[in-house]
């Protein structure tokens, strides 16, 4: 399985982003699926995620200001990020829900200045 998560970037404070998660080996329709963020120092936290049913759930923190989809045509998983804070700033990885240990990939960095 791989997992190759793109679309990071710096941005200023209020700003937006897309985050794109394409996958091989998995599919992501039939799957649950997330988004995780890390911070260095901090612990690896879920902030998205989507069941293969379409429930839905954010962390309270990005409540109102992050969106997950998913395209099944493509495999691939998506986060727009809106209205963006300094707090945002971390790594995003894509994975499954729960995670599994061996699909981490790289990650993207969004770095939010302020």
């Known amino acids: 399985v791989q997992l190759q998560a793109s679309g990071g970037g710096l941005v200023q404070t209020g700003g937006s982003l897309r985050l794109s998660c394409l996958a091989s080996g998995l599919y992501v329709r039939f799957d649950d699926m997330g988004w995780y963020r890390q911070v260095p120092g901090k612990l690896r936290e879920l902030v998205a995620g989507m069941t293969d049913g379409g429930e839905i759930n954010y962390v309270d923190s990005v409540k109102g200001r992050f969106t997950i989809s998913r395209d099944s045509t493509k495999n691939a998983l998506y986060l727009q990020m809106n209205d963006l804070k300094p707090e945002d700033t971390a790594v995003y990885y894509c994975?499954?829900?729960?995670?599994?240990?061996?699909?981490w990939g790289q990650g993207t960095l969004v770095t939010v200045s302020s």
């Open positions: 994975n499954t829900v729960p995670y599994l240990t061996n699909y």
